[in-house]
Antibody, heavy 125, light 107 residues
């Protein structure tokens, strides 16, 4: 069974850097075709894709957040880390990581499954 | 960026009804279209991938169709557990983009 679990702070002060970790169990991130994405959801709003990293270290970012985001993969720990600099109140929400594993004609064009349970991050005054 | 537009934004229906949700892409995405279901306080769950392939464990009352820029999610014979929010998502290119969601409520 493949599971993903996000971890990180629940409160972040404005201008601080948010660091989130996604631990993956039951699947090796070094597997050809494997990718891990980060998606967030502000309260009551839609899903927003943030970043994606593949087994070959190919990285992709949301253009609107690219200057603030960094995604890194640690194959030895089987985890993916997302950092978001200069945290702002509008960054408040639930952050999910999800696996995108596909081969063939869907290589690097796959769907997200499964997802982690999500971690809630709120701006702290 | 490819824009994904879902309609309607919300929908009221009764148990047993057949409903459709549409998703339009701002450019041709082939069949790289996926559907997710999200219940309150829970992570999204994959329903359909590659336009029409049913994810393992998903009931057969869910189906997907379409191609290029127009896609449809159909639920035939709504069950109480189907009342949730549904999202489409394109995986043709990055940045990956989601639709704004369709909230399905009980009438």
């Amino acid at each position: 069974q493949i599971t993903l679990k996000e971890s990180g702070p629940t409160l972040v002060k404005p201008t601080q850097t948010l660091t989130l970790t996604c631990n993956v169990s039951g699947f090796s991130l070094s597997t050809r075709g494997a990718g891990v994405g980060w998606i967030r959801q502000p309260p009551g709003k839609a899903l927003e894709w943030l970043a994606l990293v593949y087994w070959d270290d190919d990285e992709h970012y949301s253009p609107s957040l690219e200057s603030r985001l960094t995604i890194t993969k640690d194959t030895s720990k089987n985890q993916v880390v997302l950092t978001l600099t200069n945290f702002d109140p509008v960054d408040t929400g639930t952050y999910y990581c999800a696996l995108a594993y596909t081969l063939g004609s869907y290589l690097k064009r796959g769907w997200f499954d499964p997802w982690g349970q999500g971690t809630q991050v709120t701006v702290s005054s | 960026d490819i824009q994904m537009t879902q309609s309607p934004s919300s929908l009221s229906a009764s148990v047993g009804d057949r409903i459709t949700i549409t998703c339009r892409a701002s450019q041709d995405i082939g069949n790289y279209l996926n559907w997710y279901q999200q219940k309150p306080g829970k992570a999204p769950n994959l329903l359909i991938y590659a336009t029409s392939s049913l994810q393992s464990g998903v009931p057969s009352r869910f189906s997907g169709s379409g191609f290029a820029t127009y896609f449809v999610l159909t639920i035939s014979g709504l069950q109480p557990e189907d009342f949730a929010t549904y999202y489409c998502q394109q995986s043709f290119s990055t940045p990956r983009t989601f639709g704004q969601g369709t909230k399905l409520e009980i009438k």
